[in-house]
């Protein structure tokens, strides 16, 4: 049995950019276009006379083929003053573009003027310019005080899949509608059609801090089109998926202003192939200082393993090894068992990673190791960290990844889980190159490995296939 290490950089949603960066930002011109603007990672396209936009990623620079990362063209601000509604709109014609921005404006209302500003932003992940920072500015420009509140809309498209399902780093699969608000707004999510072989890939995360939406919802597009504060039924099938970042009014006096804010870009999926497949992603490279400067904000590390083998498995595990100095989150376990795993079953969990403060540079490694009876030589998934000095904070010397005692537990897979269900999707979205087991940088990124593997069996087939397909027709004769 051969086993493959593979990087994957796809269609993605990706990070919030905030914050230094530890890695260089790859070279990418931006160039403006007749509707927006493109860099050799990702196209801007915006709609003349009206607030939509859309983003593809660039597959091939040369020929200039490309695949959607959104909906032609839907993605918009719905924003509500005072309890009336209303959709952000203007004439893209009008915009001003600036380095790797663009600047559009909705003054149509003699109290509220929002701008919205769309630009490409380096990956907190790998350094490149493959993520775009949707940016609404609303300010009151009245003499009065006014209430106002806004949602932002995703219509996520994955190639030709509009019904893209979402795996949420924290929770798992999800295919049926889901509302998260406060502190549970999960830190990152994906979706991808594939664990072995990704035609389409997507990340998000959401905006933190003073940014942060009050509440986000993994939502149906005809659900939330028409609606700033759209109900979110979690009894029934995501479908037509969106992603929605919802604010609730705050009153604002005149002169003052509130940032609205989404990403939305490329992502990394590194998976080990063979009869247990593992999978990882990561939401940075680098830890940030916090806003007290005397941490580090946590960073997310996401594990996915699936039993590509003909047969059932029993005792899989999945661990992660830490350095000193990196922990994980509260009541998180370091390696996580599972009774069985039924062939073609998936599972996924996420942990959170918090470094202690250090006061010189380091950079550690975070290495992690997937097994089951009678499956060897699984080839583990190893990360390295950046965290960055603060001053005072002690100096940390032993940089050997050592083991995470876990405390002593029941499995907490459920022995009788049915397996994923199987698609297929030949839409090929990653450039095919080999690869060994290190860190793709550069150009070296945004590649997947060839090798021997199972046959690709696609996740999710209930929102895959014929249904996601016959909607784009169907839209995109609506939308005209």
């Excluded at 050799?40 to 091939?60: A, H, M, P, Q, V």
């Excluded at 083991?403 to 095919?432: F, G, L, M, R, Y």
């Amino acid at each position: 049995m051969k086993k493959i290490f593979t990087k994957v950089i796809s269609t993605a949603l990706a990070v919030g950019m905030i914050g230094s960066m530890a890695v260089t930002s790859a070279f990418a011109a931006t160039t403006k276009t007749d509707d927006g603007i493109k860099n050799e990672y990702l196209e801007i396209i915006r709609r003349s006379y009206s607030g939509k936009f859309t983003i593809d990623t660039i597959l091939d620079a040369k020929t200039g083929k490309t695949a959607y990362l959104l909906y032609h063209i839907t993605s918009n601000l719905r924003y509500s003053v005072d309890g009336v509604e209303e959709n952000f709109y203007c004439n893209s014609n009008d915009g001003v573009f600036s380095g790797d921005s663009v600047k559009d404006v909705d003054d149509t209302s003699d109290d509220i003027k929002i701008e919205r500003t769309l630009s490409f932003m380096p990956n907190k992940v790998n350094g490149k310019k493959d993520v775009v920072e949707v940016k609404y500015s609303v300010i009151n420009t009245s003499k009065k005080n006014h209430k106002v509140g806004g949602r932002i809309m995703l219509d996520t498209m994955l190639d030709s899949n509009d019904y893209a399902p979402f795996r949420i780093a924290g929770i798992g699969a999800v295919t049926t509608r889901m509302q998260f608000s406060g502190d549970k707004i999960p830190t990152m999510y994906q979706a991808f059609d594939s664990l072995e072989k990704p035609n389409v890939v997507s990340t998000g995360y959401f905006a933190t801090g003073a940014d942060r939406p009050d509440y986000v919802q993994f939502n149906n597009y005809w659900t939330s089109v028409s609606h700033y504060e759209p109900v979110c039924d979690t009894s029934l099938d995501i479908g037509d998926s969106v992603v929605n970042s919802i604010w609730k009014p705050v009153e604002l006096k005149p002169g003052q202003s509130k940032d609205y804010i989404a990403y939305y870009g490329l992502g990394e999926l590194d998976v080990t192939k063979g009869d247990l497949t593992l999978g990882a992603t990561r939401s940075a490279s680098s830890f940030e200082i916090n806003e007290e400067g005397n941490g580090y904000n946590p960073i997310s590390l996401t594990a996915y393993l699936k039993n590509t083998s003909k047969n059932n498995l029993t005792n899989a595990e999945v661990t992660v090894q830490l350095p000193n100095g990196v922990t994980l989150g509260d009541e998180e376990n370091s390696t996580v068992k599972y009774d069985k795993l039924a062939s073609s079953g998936e599972k996924q969990n996420t942990w959170t990673l918090n470094a202690l403060p250090s006061g010189a540079e380091r950079t550690v490694k975070v290495k992690i190791s997937a097994k089951a009876d009678g499956v060897t030589n699984v080839k583990p998934i190893e990360y390295t960290f950046t965290i960055p000095a603060i001053d005072g904070a002690p100096i940390w010397n032993d940089e050997t990844p050592t083991d995470v005692a876990t405390p002593d537990e029941k499995p907490i897979a459920t022995p009788d889980e049915k397996p994923t269900q199987s698609s297929n999707n030949n839409n090929s979205v990653a450039n095919v190159t080999t690869s060994n087991n290190k860190e793709a940088t550069g150009k070296d990124a945004g590649k997947i490995a060839t090798g021997d593997s199972t046959s690709l069996i696609a996740l999710f087939a209930s929102v895959l296939g014929a249904a996601g397909i016959a909607v784009v027709a169907y839209r995109k004769r609506f939308e005209k």
